[in-house]
């Protein structure tokens, strides 16, 4: 099992950024994928969930409306687009799969939002 993201990087305030994540070695459609974020000093959060196939995504209240998650069943890809971003966005993301017990998770991708 793999979870590899990508896309992340430095940012000014107000920017956009669009994570990738990419996943083998099991079934991706039928998991639910999720990106988190841990900052500095701080717990991880779940910050947005896709369901395998249909169904509402879920968003944490704080990037409503800024981050849109979605996925591509076909190329076993999740995105994670995030526009106007803030300082506080600030975190190493995570993309994590998650179905029947089972819970996977990726090694991380810096995003940092400059002031």
């Known amino acids: 099992v793999q979870l590899v993201e990508s896309g992340g990087g430095l940012v000014q305030s107000g920017g956009s950024l669009r994570l990738s994540c990419a996943a083998s070695?099991?079934?991706?459609?039928?998991?639910?994928m999720n990106w988190y974020r841990q900052a500095p000093g701080k717990e991880r959060e779940a910050v947005a969930g896709?369901?395998?196939?249909?169904?509402?995504?879920t968003y944490v209240e704080s990037v409503k409306g800024r981050f849109t998650i979605s996925r591509d069943n076909a190329k076993n890809m999740v995105y994670l687009q995030m526009n106007s971003l803030k300082p506080e966005d600030t975190a190493v993301y995570f993309c994590?799969?998650?179905?029947?017990?089972?819970?996977?998770w990726g090694q991380g991708t810096q995003v940092t939002v400059s002031s």
């Open positions: 994590n799969a998650r179905w029947a017990g089972r819970n996977y």
């Open positions: 070695g099991f079934t991706f459609s039928i998991y639910y």
């Open positions: 896709i369901p395998g196939a249909g169904g509402a995504s």
